[in-house]
Each structure stands twice: as C-alpha cells, then as structure tokens.
C-alpha cells in the first residue's frame, strides 16, 4: 500500500446538527475542533427540520467528501442519519464507518408518525441517550438503539446533552467517534460485529 493514500483510508468526522444547528459554544461544534478534516452538514434552513430535505443533506455531504466517514448527530440531526440510511438512496452510505446518535428526538415530537421507521443500521452505531431529556425519554431512546441495532450509553441526568445542559467541550463525544472510527472492518461474510452493551452514567 502507498502510504500516501493512508489518511484517505482513515475516517473523517461529519457532524450533523439538530433543530437550530449548533452554536459555536455546543459539544458538536468543539467536537469538530478536535480534528483536522472534520465538517459539518448543512442545512437550507435550520428552523424548519424535514426529514427528508435533511436526510437528503445528509447524503449530499457524504456525496461530496468521498471518504470514509464516522456520523456524529445530535436531536433531529439523528433522525435525518437514521432516514438516510433507511431509505438507502446513496452509494455513499457504504462509506460510513460508524455513526453516533447523541439525545435523539422523538419522532412524535415533529409529527413524523408513520413517516419515520427505524431500521437496523449497516455500520458500528451507539446512541447517547438522558434520563431528563425533554426531547425523548430514555426508555424511548433505548427502544430507538434497539431499532437501529445500536449500542445504548444512558448518560444519566444530562438534559438533552447540549449547550444549556452544559455540554460544551466534551471529551466522552470524541471518545466515543474514535471508538467507531477504529472499529473493526466488516468480516468476511459481510456482517459486523455488535458493539458493547448499554453502559450507564450518573
């Protein structure tokens, strides 16, 4: 192998903002500080969220980078990956590597009734969920990780693990995307093995 092309081998960070994006000052933000190619998806209109106007920004972003790619998303923004990948749409989803599902919002919250169904992900995937989190309740959040096949992290009294919850710089974020960026390729037969089980914090 030519070791010029090793860092196009190597993941790059994508987050992907929730309802309003993320300010400067949230986790999101400070997460992709933390690495040198790490981008964001953009959003028409950051006030009006749309699943599949989102999920289709999702798979224009991933379109662009031709890369490997670990998915950090947070509220909405989870939604929309978890869209994308349900609808299966876009070649690029096979270059994601792994995806991070952080205080996912409920579906009933934005009237997605019938419109939003989870299904299992393709790739290494954990969802963070909290116990206050005004958003989604965590059993709900554990059910989502279990649709998606997901490995669950219940993050305990966290709100809804964003700015005014305190999470601005938040190292357990970049823990948990080098986790998913160095996990084990697909085996063989095409499968991958299941990351570990719920872990709780409080």
């Given at each position: 192998?030519?070791?010029?092309?090793?860092?196009?081998r190597r993941p790059v960070l994508?987050?992907?903002?929730?309802?309003h994006g993320s300010e400067g000052a949230h986790w999101q933000s400070w997460l992709e500080r933390q690495y040198v190619e790490a981008s964001r998806v953009e959003q028409a209109d950051w006030d009006a969220p749309h699943l599949d106007e989102w999920a289709s920004a999702v798979e224009a972003r991933l379109d662009a980078l031709q890369r490997p790619v670990v998915?950090?998303?947070h509220s909405f923004g989870c939604l929309a990956v978890a869209h994308a990948f349900r609808r299966a749409r876009s070649?690029?989803?096979s270059r994601v590597t792994g995806v991070l599902l952080v205080a996912p919002a409920s579906p009933d919250k934005f009237r997605l009734a019938g419109r939003f169904e989870p299904q299992r992900l393709a790739v290494p995937?954990?969802?963070v969920g909290?116990?206050?989190d005004p958003w989604m309740p965590v059993d709900r959040a554990r059910d989502l990780a279990q649709h998606l096949g997901s490995a669950f992290v219940n993050f305990g009294d966290a709100g809804h693990i964003n700015t005014a919850a305190g999470f601005g710089p938040w190292p357990h974020a970049k823990y948990l995307v080098d986790t998913l960026s160095h996990y084990a390729p697909p085996e063989a037969n095409g499968e991958r093995e299941r990351l570990p089980l719920e872990h709780a914090y409080g």
């Open positions: 192998m030519n070791m010029n092309d090793e860092p196009f994508v987050t992907v903002p929730g309802l998915l950090a998303a070649r690029a989803l995937s954990i969802v909290s116990e206050t």
